[in-house]
């Protein structure tokens, strides 16, 4: 998995994306993918023994594998929420979102906090205390925290996340860490929408964005 190299930016996030073109050719796949399941099902149909069981099989296993599917998802998002809900009553005056570890996120922590490991999501808030990064929402103390003085400005940027040509580019918080000149460091903090199924929209990454500029000055983001 790969990030290349964040486009976008701007003061804000417009529900324009880099992957709408994407997205169309993806869209496309699909129909294709259903046009040809409906050309080979009539022979598929005829090729299998009209059996009770065989029919009953064909019919169920799609469902229940559609129902897994559902009830995995709620699952998860009442998870994800409640992982949220627990760092925002923590930290109330704050953002919280959730972040992939990207292989540009892991670089930039080890210029700044060598040592230091995340899971491949993990939970960011945005408050007084600072930009913190959260391993787990159980703990009690964020697994690192940049105060807002190491922090030079934030920007809005899309990142490529994933390798492929149907990688998303995410909406992302740049933050950029350091005392300022050659040494400071772009962490690239792409937001997940609040159910983890993609990234986030325009209006949830914008909130996110208000959040990290109520403390820090905002500035264009930068190809590095």
Known sequence: MGDAAPRGAGEG???????TRQRAKGALAVVAMIGLLLVVQPVIRDAVTE???????????????????????????????RRVRRIERLR?????????????VRTALAAVRPGIGLPARFLVSAGWQGVELWAQSTDE?????????????VAAAFQRVGAGTYAP???????????????????????YSPNLLGFA??????????????????????TP
């Open 13 to 19: 996030f417009d529900e324009t994306s880099p992957t």
């Open 51 to 81: 059996h009770p069981i065989i029919n009953g099989l064909r019919i169920g296993l799609p469902f229940a594998a559609l129902v897994v599917g559902i009830a995995a998802t709620l699952v998860r998002s009442r998870i994800v929420a």
């Open 92 to 104: 109330p005056d704050a953002v919280v979102f959730i972040a992939p570890r990207t292989p540009l």
């Open 141 to 153: 103390a964020p697994t690192v925290t940049f105060s807002w003085r190491e922090v030079d400005g």
């Open 169 to 191: 580019d995410a909406r992302t918080v740049r933050v950029r860490i350091g005392a300022g000149g050659h040494d400071s460091v772009d962490l690239p903090l792409s937001i």
């Open 201 to 222: 929209r325009a209006r949830r990454a914008n909130e996110v964005l208000a959040g990290f500029t109520r403390w820090a000055p905002s500035r264009t983001a930068t």
